[in-house]
């Protein structure tokens, strides 16, 4: 019955993030082309795939537990950095409720299921550390994007005010916060993963009374 409300949970977000990004698109004052532009549009599309994928088959390969570790890294970046450079800034989401939806709900809730419902593989320090590619493809694409369609999605991106070092030196920055953000959510899973394997062992021993034990020999006089 557990399962079935967590998947049922897991649709249920992934729909409301859905909902979300279609009516952030229908009322963007920009094109699709800038829209689709931003990490928060793209790491929140990654995240509706990964809770409705999650709801519907729950997969338990290596490579989706990966898949997921890292979206959920990129859905917990968005929220960070919404909360502590963007909060004032215009992000062309008119609506509020979406603005909230794509930089506050859905950071938190897929953290939570990762929190709470740990992939069923292990995974290497530095395969999590990998993560960090989508990341700075992303910031390569905007850097070179930026001059042709004269479109920068985020204030620190945008070399035109101050130049290109006061962009490098965020680069630098949110690089290095990024990789021990990668870091922690890699612990997370590992830390619950070796903690179940502790209860699930703790459980597989014979308790005492149990028909477990061996016979106790009598002494014959």
Request: hydrophobic share 55%; net charge positive; no cysteine.
């Amino acid at each position: 019955m557990g399962v079935l409300i967590i998947r049922v949970l897991r649709v249920a977000v992934a729909a409301l993030g859905a909902a979300a990004v279609i009516t952030a698109l229908v009322t963007s004052r920009g094109t699709v082309a800038n829209f689709v532009s931003f990490f928060t549009i793209e790491s929140n599309i990654l995240a509706i795939v990964v809770l409705a994928v999650g709801g519907v088959r729950d997969p338990r390969a290596e490579r989706w537990a990966y898949f997921r570790g890292a979206v959920t890294l990129y859905m917990v970046i968005t929220g960070i950095v919404y909360a502590a450079l963007l909060s004032t800034v215009d992000v062309e989401l008119p609506a509020p409720w979406t603005n909230s939806v794509l930089h506050q709900v859905l950071p938190i809730l897929i953290l939570v299921d990762w929190l709470f419902l740990p992939p069923w593989t292990r995974s290497s320090r530095a395969r999590a550390l990998a993560w960090l590619a989508f990341p700075l493809v992303y910031f390569a694409y905007s850097l070179i994007r930026g001059p042709v369609a004269h479109f920068y999605p985020y204030p620190f991106l945008d070399p035109r005010p101050h130049g290109y070092d006061h962009v490098i030196v965020y680069a630098i920055v949110l690089a290095i916060g990024m990789a021990v953000l990668a870091l922690l959510v890699h612990r997370i899973a590992a830390q619950r993963l070796a903690s179940a394997a502790r209860q699930d062992d703790v459980e597989a021993r014979p308790r005492p009374g149990s028909g477990d034990r061996p016979p106790v020999r009598r002494r014959t006089r």
